[in-house]
Nanobody
Framework: QVQLVESGGGLVQAGGSLRLSCAAS????????MGWFRQAPGKEREFVAA????????YYADSVKGRFTISRDNAKNTVYLQMNSLKPEDTAVYYC?????????????????WGQGTQVTVSS
């Protein structure tokens, strides 16, 4: 029933910025922990950031701390990932994910719903 659709990916130069959006269906969006994951070619899918339903608490992978910001607008059923100071190693398909419980998790298996992914390519 829950559908997640990412958008905002594209090609950007190193040092640039990009803002990803994830639009969610359903009336229970505000109760979901939302996360962003990414998968680079030949690599495992890895955790990037997560945010609680209220938006009060956030959690980031060490690799993106200070550069990426996760946020949400529950009135719009949308979660965002603002990416600044992008590096070539940030190149990946970025996935939005939802978790139908209150607690934050960085584990893929703890997320119930996934978007189709959006490509982010950072050139040097």
């Amino acid at each position: 029933q829950v559908q997640l659709v990412e958008s905002g990916g594209g090609l950007v130069q190193a040092g640039g910025s990009l803002r990803l959006s994830c639009a969610a269906s359903g009336r229970t969006f505000s109760t979901y922990v939302m996360g962003w994951f990414r998968q680079a070619p030949g690599k495992e899918r890895e955790f990037v950031a997560a945010i609680t339903g209220s938006g009060v608490f956030t959690y980031y992978a060490d690799s993106v701390k200070g550069r990426f910001t996760i946020s949400r607008d529950n009135a719009k059923n949308t979660v965002y990932l603002q990416m600044n100071s992008l590096k070539p190693e940030d190149t990946a398909v970025y996935y939005c994910a939802g978790r139908s419980v209150y607690s934050i998790s960085r584990a893929l298996n703890d997320y119930d719903y996934w978007g189709q992914g959006t490509q982010v390519t950072v050139s040097s």
